[in-house]
């Protein structure tokens, strides 16, 4: 059975840190481009990161600096670290796999997300 799974979500400080991870089971990430999407409540899905099966990798501007996206194949795991977090980054975190080589939609496999809140 095809499966992602997030965890790593916690409520967290202003500049504090995070690491989210992606574990996959039921297919081999070898292959697999990696994307971070986010939803904050009332707001429409948005991509954060993405990790290339050619080691290529993507941030939106709003991260660029304080996240950084990796991978461990022999762990079929991805790892989004999140340092210096803004009350802006709260929202709901989801990972997804898709059998290209460049980080490209439409997805193939969704996770069902982790919640990460930042506030004081």
């Known amino acids: 059975q095809v499966q992602l799974v997030e965890s790593g979500g916690d409520l967290v400080q202003p500049g504090g840190s995070l690491r989210l991870s992606c574990a996959a089971s039921g297919f081999t990430l070898d292959y697999y481009a990696i994307g971070w999407f986010r939803q904050a409540p009332g707001k429409v899905r948005d991509a954060v990161s993405c990790?290339?099966?050619?080691?290529?990798?993507y941030y939106v501007d709003s991260v660029k600096g304080r996240f950084t996206i990796s991978r461990d194949n022999a762990k079929n795991t991805v790892y989004l670290q999140m340092n210096s977090l803004k009350p802006e980054d709260t929202a709901v975190y989801y990972c997804?796999?898709?059998?290209?080589?460049?980080?490209?939609?439409?997805?193939?496999?969704w996770g069902h997300g982790t919640q990460v809140t930042v506030s004081s």
């Open positions: 997804a796999a898709v059998s290209k080589r460049l980080c490209a939609g439409p997805y193939d496999y």
């Open positions: 990790s290339g099966s050619d080691g290529s990798t």
